[in-house]
């Protein structure tokens, strides 16, 4: 009798448990506001591989560590490094959409297109608009703080006399 009564509990609670595993089914990330918010784990580790190396920094420049807990709080806004992001992953996306829909169209007829090129296939319309044609990387180059003028200036005649070297870049902040 004891037994039985063990083995009827154990059913039930077993019940509620494949429940609890199943049926509540939180979403994996919290504060997406660009990416898919059903993002797979491997797509948003693929952007966030590409944010940090585009711009040649580690995951704290953006997101922000809990001393206390000891671990990163990700889903946290509170660098501004992370804003500035997400209006560049915007811009990128913006510029793909906007500009290069037309001159893919022209490039097309180009004999020396590649049609096969490889394009990013992952998680959604944005992913891919903000990885096709002007990424992160076309104007970081590993750097968070992209050169805006060439290295050198052309000019007519002699070379002037090369200015003294500047100052090497402050290290890419960590904390
Ligand atoms: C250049 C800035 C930048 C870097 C570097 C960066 N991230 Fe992110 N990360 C973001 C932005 C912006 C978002 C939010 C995207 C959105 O709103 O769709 C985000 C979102 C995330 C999320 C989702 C959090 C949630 O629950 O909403 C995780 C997890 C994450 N990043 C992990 C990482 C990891 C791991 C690294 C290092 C390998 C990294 N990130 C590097 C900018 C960055
Ligand atoms: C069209 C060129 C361009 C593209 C594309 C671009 N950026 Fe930027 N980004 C800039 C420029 C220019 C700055 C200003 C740099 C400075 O402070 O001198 C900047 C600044 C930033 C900063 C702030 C750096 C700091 O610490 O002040 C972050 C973070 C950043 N970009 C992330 C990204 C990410 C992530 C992407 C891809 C989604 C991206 N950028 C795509 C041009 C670009």
New binding site residues.
Partial sequence: MKKSILIITTCVLSVFLFQAFTTSNPP????????PKDISKDG??SV??H??AS?G???N???VRMEAERK?D??SDAKP???I??K??LMSIGINTTYFKEIEEEMSKKKDFDSTAEKITIDGDSVKNMLSYVT?FTCHHGDPHPQTKPPMEHHEGPMPPMPPAPPPPAPAQSK
């Fill in positions: 994996m990330f919290k504060n997406l506001k660009v990416l948003l580790d966030m591989h944010f940090t711009l920094v580690k995951c420049y953006c997101h990163m990700f889903a490094e992370k804003l992001a997400r560049m992953m992160c």
